[in-house]
Structures are given as structure tokens and as C-alpha cells.
T-cell receptor, first 114, second 115 residues
């Protein structure tokens, strides 16, 4: 199957700082990438959908100014959590799709804001 | 509106028992896809199966089998002769063609297989 690499796998940051998470499709071109968030012992909730070269589409309730998504190339999307606070601590996971009906997931990033 | 319900929050079985994880979905689309993923403690999502709405054939893959019933909007997952390594959280998910194939996940079922 296709490989999606997400980096970093774990990050601890201080409250008020920003954190960037990268999602790369290693062996295919991803026209669409998705970002999900998972709080402890909960399900995965879609945060936003990004298509290469255009603005991301955010789900209801997700602050676009806080969670900045950039999908500048067909193999890279980034999620920046700006001015992170402890309540942003979560597991963030991306998936990448070629436009077909199967998306491939990255390994996830566990963010802890202290 | 689309929705996926996994009513079983947690299941505990003894090794070698069979276990079925339930999944019920709601969608207004006639074309959609259903998925099962396994999430071990490390967090990554392991893809198990994808089934499109036009294919109601049941599927077996080793100890895993899936029962898709459109009449009851269910897509249940059975593990035969469970093993300790099967312990994980299992998610059922739905994607609709008209929504860029984004996934709507159920709440997950935590499976604990005891030796």
C-alpha cells in the first residue's frame, strides 16, 4: 500500500507557542489530504480537508485561524497549531488520497502542551 | 446526515473465543464505502477492509470476517479464535462519494483479549 509519513510522532511544547506537523505522501501524489484529531479514548474527528493549491475546508467548530493548514504540493501538507494551549493536547493524524476511495493514514502525532 | 454507531464501548474475551464487533451506519447516499480500522496502543491506524455499497458479499480474510447487510445498515466484524495481539481499538468508518471520501468514524470498540 501507499506510504504516508507524518512527523513528528511526538511533540511537547509550551503553552502559547506554535507547533507544525508535517504529512508527506512518499510514493504517490495526494490531491487531497485530511486532518483528524483524536482526544484520549475518543474517536477520530475530521478537522479539515485540504486540496493541493487551494484553501482548506474546515469542519464546523474548528478554528481556521488556530489550525493553519497548508497543502502547497502534491506530497506535503502541514498543520500548524498556533498559540497552543493545554486543551489542544491531542493525537493528530493525517490521511492522504489520490482522489480515489481509499485514503492512507500517517502514523499520527501526539501533541502535549504544557 | 451520515453517522456511524458502534454500540459496544468495550469487549473483553478470553483468548481463542470468537468475537463480533457491531457497526451500524446511516447515510442518504446510494454510493458509499465502509471501512474497518484497527488502532493498537501505538496509535497508528491499521487498515483492515473497505467495502463499497454495491458489494454485499461477505468477506473472510484469515481469522477476520465481515458481514455487510444493507437491509439493516450494518457492517459487522468477527474475529475467530481471538488472540492477545488482537487487543486494540477497532473503528468502523463511512465515506460518501459526494464528500471527497472523508471518513466519518464510529466511536470505536475497545477489544481486550485475555490470555
Amino acid at each position: 500500500g501507499a506510504v504516508v509519513s507524518q512527523h513528528p510522532s511526538r511533540v511537547i511544547c509550551k503553552s502559547g507557542t506554535s507547533v507544525k506537523i508535517e504529512c508527506r505522501s512518499l510514493d504517490f501524489q495526494a490531491t487531497t489530504m485530511f486532518w483528524y484529531r483524536q482526544f484520549p479514548k475518543q474517536s477520530l474527528m475530521l478537522m479539515a480537508t485540504s486540496n493541493e493549491g487551494s484553501k482548506a475546508t474546515y469542519e464546523q467548530g474548528v478554528e481556521k485561524d488556530k489550525f493553519l493548514i497548508n497543502h502547497a504540493s502534491l506530497t506535503l501538507s502541514t498543520l500548524t497549531v498556533t498559540s497552543a494551549h493545554p486543551e489542544d493536547s491531542s493525537f493528530y493524524i493525517c490521511s492522504a488520497s489520490t482522489g480515489g476511495q481509499l485514503a492512507f493514514f500517517g502514523q499520527g502525532t501526539r501533541l502535549t502542551v504544557v | 446526515a451520515q453517522k456511524v454507531t458502534q454500540a459496544q464501548t468495550e469487549i473483553s474475551v478470553v483468548e481463542k473465543e470468537d468475537v463480533t464487533l457491531d457497526c451500524v451506519y446511516e447515510t442518504r447516499d446510494t454510493t458509499y464505502y465502509l471501512f474497518w480500522y484497527k488502532q493498537p496502543p501505538s496509535g497508528e491506524l491499521v487498515f483492515l477492509i473497505r467495502r463499497n455499497s454495491f458489494d454485499e458479499q461477505n468477506e473472510i480474510s484469515g481469522r477476520y470476517s465481515w458481514n455487510f447487510q444493507k437491509s439493516t445498515s450494518s457492517f459487522n466484524f468477527t474475529i475467530t479464535a481471538s488472540q492477545v495481539v488482537d487487543s486494540a481499538v477497532y473503528f468502523c468508518a463511512l465515506s460518501e462519494v459526494g464528500s471527497s471520501y472523508k471518513l466519518i468514524f464510529g466511536s470505536g470498540t475497545r477489544l481486550l483479549v485475555r490470555p
